[in-house]
């Protein structure tokens, strides 16, 4: 059975951390285009990062805060969040990709407020 399962989201102050962390099971991560994106309240589902092999892109609204990472022995994919702005402030969803197969997990809440 095909899982996706995020965790790591919470309230953080602006300029804070944090670390994402989605949980595979069913496939093989590193066959899979691993990819996060977000929703913020009245906003529609966007692009964060993602990686496909060695190769990682990022929206240009976070390259240089956010890290995403990916290990395959234990079917993990994280996502490192730096200096992070209320506009961050969203549900963050993890998604796996490859040819017709498209898999999302439940998403996990970040809060960026003082």
């Known amino acids: 059975q095909v899982q996706l399962v995020e965790s790591g989201g919470g309230l953080v102050q602006p300029g804070g951390s944090l670390r994402l962390s989605c949980a595979a099971s069913?496939?093989?991560?590193?066959?899979?285009?691993m990819r996060w994106y977000r929703q913020a309240p009245g906003k529609e589902r966007e692009l964060v990062a993602s990686?496909?092999?060695?190769?990682?892109t990022y929206t240009e609204f976070v390259k240089g805060r956010f890290t995403i990472s990916r290990d395959n022995d234990k079917h993990l994919v994280h996502l490192q969040m730096n200096g992070l702005k209320p506009d961050d402030t969203a549900v963050y969803y993890c998604?796996?990709?490859?040819?017709?197969?498209?898999?999302w997990g439940q998403g996990t809440q970040v809060t960026v407020s003082s």
């Open positions: 990686i496909t092999g060695d190769t990682t």
């Open positions: 998604n796996a990709h490859w040819l017709w197969h498209d898999y």
């Open positions: 069913g496939f093989s991560v590193s066959t899979f285009a």
